[in-house]
Nanobody
Framework: QVQLVESGGGNVQPGGSLRLSCAAS????????MGWYRQAAGKQRELVAG???????NYADSVKGRFTISRDNAKNTVYLQMNSLKPEDTAVYSC?????????????WGKGTLVTVSS
């Protein structure tokens, strides 16, 4: 089994910064992709940023130039540095990973961490 644990959410004023972390643990063999999604109240969940096959990254247009995803492969951890935050970035941010474990390949989700951008 694989667990994803997020941390780093909280309250921040517009223009501020936050850094989210997501650590994967368990019987991991290979992590094929890992990234962040968010869901704001009343809206559908959307991809924010992620690492895909080959180590490439993709970002939602709304966060390009403001958010940066990075990773520490030795720790099976991804980070999301969020700068110049806007009220519309307020959402529950969830980590997602496509992982092959000792029991097979599956998609895993973290429980999510709330980011609130408000003055």
């Amino acid at each position: 089994q694989v667990q994803l644990v997020e941390s780093g959410g909280g309250n921040v004023q517009p223009g501020g910064s936050l850094r989210l972390s997501c650590a994967a643990s368990g019987s991991i063999v290979t992590i094929y992709a890992m990234g962040w999604y968010r869901q704001a109240a009343g809206k559908q969940r959307e991809l924010v940023a992620g690492f895909i096959s080959g180590g490439n990254t993709n970002y939602a247009d709304s966060v390009k130039g403001r958010f940066t995803i990075s990773r520490d492969n030795a720790k099976n951890t991804v980070y999301l540095q969020m700068n110049s935050l806007k009220p519309e970035d307020t959402a529950v941010y969830s980590c997602n990973a496509n992982v092959r474990s000792s029991t097979g390949r599956a998609i895993y989700w973290g429980k999510g961490t709330l980011v609130t951008v408000s003055s």
